[in-house]
């Protein structure tokens, strides 16, 4: 009589009822069409996953650009200005899941005027120049923070406020002389940047009034390039009163410019 040796397959067979359910993995999958949520859903798990670092508002103002125009497919919001979306878009997601009860987490309202100047008021070519410093310096350590993006100065056709009418057309803020401050600032920034440690960067950062006069410079640059590229002898007939500039001319947004303010007061008041 002999005897047959079981098969390891025989073997396995009545244990995989008892331990196949180990190798499952529970998960749960749903779709949604809603495009709005899902953006706010991203900005919230951003916000959680750096709770330490300020938000980047380039990157909202990019976001929120797209759920404006989003928005203005809508009939209702298609006659609505895009300064009333962008608040009713932030008060939506203020208000969104978890956020209600945590402001860390919530868009303060100098963040809102910091993304409402950003999507109105700066040229593709500025934002551009924005985004390429953020890319090499850290939000929090580089020379841009919420105020200085919401100045209104150097949005696209402001002026300063008080000044006579015959400096309108020379203090206008266009898309070159925009580009221009961009450029002189992010320049630099890189230069001044090196001198000091990451952590002390932050106040390199130039206050309101410095960063005023730098447009006001360079609306002035630009004015007087256009005005030469007229009449060559517009350049020795024009006073520019307290400011002179050394001017090398690649083009009107490449060019290299050397500043020497006379007087930081009244230098508006004479034509």
């Known amino acids: ?3 047959s040796t079981p098969s390891a397959k025989d073997l396995i067979l009545p244990l995989l009822a008892a ?13 949604t069409g809603n495009h709005e949520s899902n953006t706010f859903e991203a900005i919230q798990l951003s916000a959680q996953g750096a709770e330490r670092q ?3 508002v380039m990157k909202l103002a990019a976001t929120f650009e797209k759920l404006i125009a989003e928005r203005r497919k809508e009939e209702k919001y298609r006659d609505v200005s895009v300064a009333d979306i962008l608040g009713e878009l932030v008060k939506d997601y203020n208000s969104y899941k978890a ?3 945590l402001k860390r987490w919530q868009l303060t309202p100098d963040q809102q005027s910091a993304i409402s100047g ?3 008021g700066m040229s593709a070519e500025a934002r551009q120049l924005v985004r390429q410093h953020l890319d090499f310096n850290k939000y929090d350590e580089s020379g841009y923070n919420e105020s200085l993006l919401r100045s209104k100065r150097h949005q696209l056709h402001e002026v300063p406020k008080g000044i006579p009418p015959s400096w309108i057309d020379r203090l206008t803020v266009t898309h070159d002389s925009q580009t221009l401050h961009f450029k002189r600032y992010n320049q630099w920034w890189a230069s001044n940047a090196k001198r000091v440690k990451k952590s002390a960067r932050a106040r390199l950062r130039w206050g309101e009034e410095q960063w005023g006069k730098s447009v006001d410079q360079c609306c002035l640059v630009v004015w007087a390039i256009r005005e030469r590229s007229k009449n060559p002898k517009v350049a020795q007939q024009t006073s520019l009163n307290n400011i002179h500039f050394v001017v090398l001319l690649r083009d009107v947004v490449n060019v290299c410019v050397l500043f020497v303010p006379l007087a930081s007061k009244g230098h508006f008041r004479h034509a």
């Open 1 to 3: 009589m002999t005897s």
């Open 19 to 31: 331990v196949g359910g180990l190798f499952n993995i529970p998960c749960s999958i749903s779709a």
């Open 54 to 56: 300020r938000k980047d």
């Open 99 to 101: 956020n209600a009860a």
């Open 118 to 120: 950003v999507i109105n």
